[in-house]
């Protein structure tokens, strides 16, 4: 998906699947693109970025910080007043939405799994803005925490 050309306010989300795209997930692109709101989707498995910011769209909204995450809860850092959506991930991207928050006054926040803990092994979050400008994922992915195992899938041949 391609945003530019002086783009602004429109709303990608909620419950998209953007995925398998050769190169960035969405593309926001131009610094007259702004108000872009980038909100509650699955984004993953892409050739590029997930979430793509280029030439100073969404007036370069840093992208928030995870400082911690164990499991059924996490910290990090931000602007103050910003929406903080969590969101777990194999890799760097936002494969299923988590939770959203609000980084305060502050610009701290706390934020934990939809479920019991995090659905993939990595988190990544987002900021929006009071003018509905969305960051790129957080970078790197932070660990959630949590162990996965995983087990080896045997197949077995039968014949009735």
Do not use: W
């Not at 590029?48 to 995450?69: E, M, Q, R, Y």
């Not at 959203?100 to 990595?122: C, E, Q």
């Amino acid at each position: 998906m391609h945003i530019s050309g002086g783009a602004l306010g429109n709303d990608i989300g909620p419950d998209n699947i953007i995925a398998y795209n050769g190169s960035d997930g969405v593309q926001v692109d131009g610094d007259t693109t702004v108000g872009n709101t980038i909100t509650q989707n699955s984004i993953h498995s892409n050739g590029g970025l997930g979430i793509n910011l280029t030439n100073g769209s969404n007036n370069h909204i840093a992208a928030p910080t995870v400082f911690d995450a164990i499991c059924t809860v996490g910290g990090g850092y931000s602007f103050p007043n910003r929406t903080i959506e969590a969101f777990s991930d194999l890799n760097g991207e936002g494969r299923f939405y988590e939770s959203t928050t609000d980084s305060g006054s502050l610009g701290t926040f706390a934020f934990s799994p939809a479920g019991d803990i995090f659905r993939y092994p990595n988190v990544t979050l987002t900021a929006t803005d009071a003018s509905g400008n969305t960051s790129e994922f957080s970078a790197p992915p932070y660990p959630s925490g949590c162990e996965f195992i995983y087990l080896p899938l045997i197949m077995k041949n039968y014949t009735p």
